[in-house]
């Protein structure tokens, strides 16, 4: 009975619900042409959610191109019948745009210069499915593009694995599912092996986009045939930015081919192999043809700045780069504008460009030669800046930009590394110099997998560790120590490790390379050398040290007896400064990590160790991390660490500001300020008698810079006192930072190429005052800094014929002051820590633009968006509050007899 329904199923309709043949076993017979109507229509928004064609334009930008094709198979292989040579004819394509950007009629037949081309026929050599080759006709590259993506709709190879091919939009990987006699093809991952455009590797996910793509086709066979019947697919490209997830451009493209008609009579040609045929059909056309891949054949970048010269910029946005502008929005425009001219500029036009234009943006310029990174124009800047100079500031400002580069090259790290064989006559010079090649290793091995394999790596390491074998002063071991923690490559540890052990300020220097090299590459030995860090078992540990081997033990996967041994110190009350600074610590990593949070309970279960006595500490020094600004996609967080000595005088205090979001974090800058050689005790200076010395220590976009130094040693400060420098603002960093450079292009299945750009450029301004008196025997020290934020993301889909853009920009300015306040008049000291952020605005605005080159045509619509962000003065721990209202607050004078 099975076999008698087997055999009834298999004569009735088994049949038609089985796989058509497909792929190789297209039959487009020879002397036939086949016609084909086709249409593709593009659409970019900032938004994705586009749910119909009427709405869309209504608010996108698009357009829509429609056309006859006509496919002739006119050789086949005399030896292989699956080898043959296809002629494609485009007939008068014609585009289709919306008359307004808010029209509700639809859209109409607009003129271009698709009206005034010809269309000469491509050739496509096919075989078994796969489309080998292309020869083309002298075309315009727009046109030779939608050609070949038709005849990548004729490549048709199934497979029940996933497949590489080769198509218009590069080397993908193709999914193909058959049913009955409809083929779903999807692809991904495409590689392009001509890309013009580069910075595509991503060093911070917060400071870098969100590509995503797809595409997919559903192919109708005429089973009878074995011909293509209808092809209908459907294309997206987004870009969205991580830090903002509003900031997102959107392209969706939606394409249709339909058999129409066949008809007999195409001319057949004869010959052994396609070079003859190929020959044969050069004679008749009176033109060569051209051999090229199925890969889209590749145009010109864009220029971001309508392709204006560098002098013509000068012109327009040079008063944007104003030395009084940095540190806002205006700045970082009028930087970002230049970049994209400065890396197409020649040396020559470089050269000529600084020789004549004004002084007072020259030092601006510089930052946009180091962001440009060319040959031409790192070579523009060596040549300009006197590095053998004792006037550094220009060197130093240039080194830093070059520092925070988010993509050096190998052959920008090379010519810095040629620096350090001239004659530096400054050792501050030198020192950043050292900060400047450690960054750049740092985020060059970000993009490596295999880093210390690297040539150029290898030989910065083993220079380091040459020249820091023969340092014979402690400053010169301090530049080394900063270059490691700014490598932050594991390979150091051991180096450090020794160093940490020996304690004093360079033990701390360390650590802290230690901790920014990170505690997942720490070994058992590292972990046991921190413990006795920690309980001195080395002398001449700082205290920072202790707490900061405290804090990296905690960090690394701590077990609730290592916890437990550092809140049992908490019981020794000759250190309340620590204690205090370490208990902080302690409840600021617990609510960080679940792991330190769980052991931390099971400990304070215990009623030895949850009481007052160790939870309840009388010291002033703290650590705090508060929220700063949330969003839906990342976090603002601001950190203060303030260590004060047992005399009651600050030791030093940081104040961090971090990004988060997702399971990214990216520190944005920390400004510390140290102060040696005051409020200690007689002990303190009998035993470690310390110079009197003040400085401040920056870190931008995790680049630790050199030390800043306000005076060392008493005759400094005197002299500092007595001509009252430091009442005018002294600035510590002024400079315009590249920030984000990323570059990527997705072909479309028609052959249009879809163009993304982001960059992001921060201008920041950092300066300080300090005003000491010793008559009234108080200090005031302002440090503030201005910065700009400013992202500006570009989508291009443009072709000959028409030109599509959505931008968007955002941004804005903000302040941040630091302000101390120190009575010394009488004992204790007194100080008074204030840090406050003014009212600002953040700003989102889109920019969508259509024309038709040749045409008035134009679409042009602008949208803003403002958010504003009220003031705010950063809480600080309540002694700190109390201290500061002695200070500040005048006290209430007796009443007088008279």
Same mark, same amino acid.
């Given at each position: 009975m099975w076999i008698i329904f087997l055999m009834i199923l298999s004569a009735v309709g088994l049949s038609k619900s089985l796989p058509a043949p497909v792929g190789h076993s297209l039959l487009y017979e020879t002397g036939v042409s086949y016609k084909y109507s086709y249409q593709f229509t593009i659409l970019l928004n900032e938004d994705a959610n586009i749910t119909s064609?009427?709405? *869309?334009?209504?608010? %996108?930008?698009?357009?829509?191109v429609s056309s006859?094709?006509?496919?002739?198979?006119?050789?086949? $292989?005399?030896?292989?019948?699956?080898?043959k040579l296809l002629k494609l004819e485009l007939l008068k394509p014609t585009l289709h745009v919306s008359s307004t950007m808010h029209s509700n009629d639809g859209i109409n037949r607009h003129w271009s210069k698709l009206d005034n081309l010809s269309y000469p026929p491509i050739y496509i050599h096919w075989n078994?499915?796969?489309?080998?080759?292309?020869?083309?006709?002298?075309? $315009?590259?727009?046109?030779? %593009?939608?050609k070949k993506g038709l005849a990548s709709l004729f490549q048709i190879k199934v497979s029940?694995?996933?497949?590489?091919?080769?198509?218009?939009?590069?080397?993908?990987?193709v999914h193909y599912k058959v049913h009955g $006699?409809?083929?779903?093809?999807?692809?991904?991952?495409?590689?392009?092996?001509n890309f013009p455009l580069k910075n595509t590797v991503v060093n911070n996910e917060l400071l870098s986009p969100s590509i995503s793509d797809s595409s997919e086709m559903i192919i109708n066979l005429i089973p009878q045939q074995s011909i293509i019947d209808s092809i209908t697919g459907k294309e997206e490209v987004m870009m969205t930015l991580n830090l903002w997830k509003q900031a997102a451009v959107f392209v969706k493209n939606k394409f249709h081919v339909k058999y129409v008609s066949q008809s007999q009579g195409s001319p057949v040609l004869s010959g052994k192999n396609v070079a003859a045929i190929l020959n044969t059909i050069s004679q008749e056309m009176g033109s060569k043809l051209k051999s090229e891949p199925l890969e889209v054949t590749t145009e010109a970048a864009p220029c971001l700045s309508k392709c204006k010269s560098v002098r013509e910029l000068v012109g327009e946005y040079g008063t944007n780069l104003l030395p009084e502008y940095i540190g806002e929005l205006k700045s970082a425009t009028g930087f970002l504008k230049f970049l994209d001219s400065f890396r197409k500029a020649s040396k020559k036009e470089l050269l000529m460009l600084f020789k004549d234009t004004d002084a007072r943006i020259l030092t601006q310029l510089l930052d946009v030669l180091a962001a440009a990174q060319t040959d031409d124009s790192l070579d523009v800047a060596f040549e300009l800046i006197d590095f053998e100079s004792k006037d550094i500031d220009i060197a130093e400002r240039f080194l830093l930009c070059l520092a925070v580069v988010p993509n050096p090259t190998d052959a920008l790290i090379s010519k810095t590394l040629k620096l350090l064989n001239k004659n530096i006559k400054s050792e501050k010079l030198r020192s950043t110099i050292l900060v400047a090649l450690s960054s750049l290793m740092r985020t060059y091995c970000r993009s490596k997998t295999a880093c210390s394999d690297s040539l150029i790596v290898q030989t910065m390491s083993n220079l380091?560790?040459?020249?820091?074998?023969?340092?014979?002063?402690? $400053?010169?071991?301090? *530049?080394?120590?900063?270059?490691?923690r700014n490598a932050a490559l594991p390979q150091y540890l051991p180096v450090l490790l020794e160093f940490a052990k020996k304690g004093g300020v360079l033990g701390l220097m360390a650590l802290e390379a230690m901790k920014d090299i990170g505690v997942q590459h720490f070994t058992p030995e590292i972990h046991e050398a921190l413990l006795r860090i920690y309980n001195q078992f080395w002398p001449h540990q700082e205290p920072a040290s202790r707490i900061l081997a405290a804090e990296l033990l905690m960090k690394s996967n701590p077990t609730i007896h290592t916890i437990g041994n550092l809140v049992f110190s908490l019981d020794n009350r000759e250190q309340p400064e620590i204690n205090s600074l370490l208990l902080s610590k302690i409840k600021n990593l617990a609510l960080e990590n679940e792991g330190i949070r769980s052991c931390v309970k099971e400990i304070l279960r215990n009623v030895t160790y949850g009481n007052y006595h160790y939870m309840a500490q009388n010291g002033t020094s703290s650590s705090i991390i508060n929220l700063l600004q949330a969003s839906h996609d990342a976090n603002t967080t601001y950190g203060i660490n303030v260590e004060m000595r047992p005399t009651g005088m600050l030791k030093r205090t940081s104040f961090d500001l971090s990004l988060s979001g997702g399971n990214h974090n990216l520190h944005l800058m920390s400004l510390g300020l140290f102060v040696e050689g005051f409020g200690l005790t007689d002990e303190e200076q009998k035993e470690n008698p310390e110079e009197a010395s003040a400085g401040m220590q920056l870190s931008v976009l995790g680049v630790n810079l050199r030390p800043y130094i306000f005076f060392s040693g008493t005759g400094e400060l005197m002299g500092l006192v007595w001509s009252g420098a430091g009442s005018e603002p002294t600035p510590a960093v002024q400079a315009n930072f590249l920030l984000m450079d990323q570059t990527h292009s997705v072909v479309l299945q028609n052959g249009i190429t879809v163009d993304l750009n982001l960059k992001g450029a921060l201008s920041a301004d950092v300066s300080g005052t300090v005003e000491v008196s010793m008559w009234n025997k108080n200090a005031h020290a302002v440090v503030k800094n201005r910065g700009a934020l400013l992202v500006n993301g570009f989508c291009?889909?443009?072709?000959?014929?028409?030109?599509?853009?959505?931008?968007?920009?955002?941004?804005? %300015?903000?302040?941040?002051?630091?302000?101390?306040?120190?009575?010394?008049?009488?004992?204790?000291?007194?100080?008074?820590?204030q840090i406050d952020q003014p009212d600002y605005i953040f700003r989102h605005n889109v920019r969508k633009t259509e024309t038709i080159p040749g045409s008035k045509h134009l679409i042009k619509t602008l949208k803003r968006r403002s958010m504003y962000f009220p003031g705010k003065s950063f809480n600080l721990h309540r002694k700190n509050s109390d201290s500061c209202r002695e200070l500040l607050i005048p006290k209430k004078q007796k009443s007088s007899f008279w």
């Open positions: 064609r009427t709405q *869309s334009l209504g608010r %996108n930008v698009g357009y829509r006859e094709f006509i496919l002739s198979p006119i050789w086949q $292989s005399p030896e292989n019948p699956k080898e078994d499915g796969i489309v080998k080759k292309v020869y083309v006709l002298p075309d $315009s590259p727009s046109m030779i %593009n939608i029940n694995t996933p497949v590489k091919e080769l198509d218009v939009s590069g080397t993908c990987v $006699s409809t083929i779903k093809k999807n692809k991904s991952n495409c590689e392009r092996i380091f560790l040459k020249e820091l074998q023969g340092c014979q002063s402690a $400053s010169c071991i301090m *530049s080394y120590l900063l270059a490691f291009r889909v443009d072709t000959s014929f028409v030109e599509s853009h959505v931008d968007f920009a955002l941004g804005g %300015n903000s302040v941040l002051n630091m302000v101390v306040n120190l009575d010394f008049a009488h004992k204790p000291m007194k100080i008074c820590l």
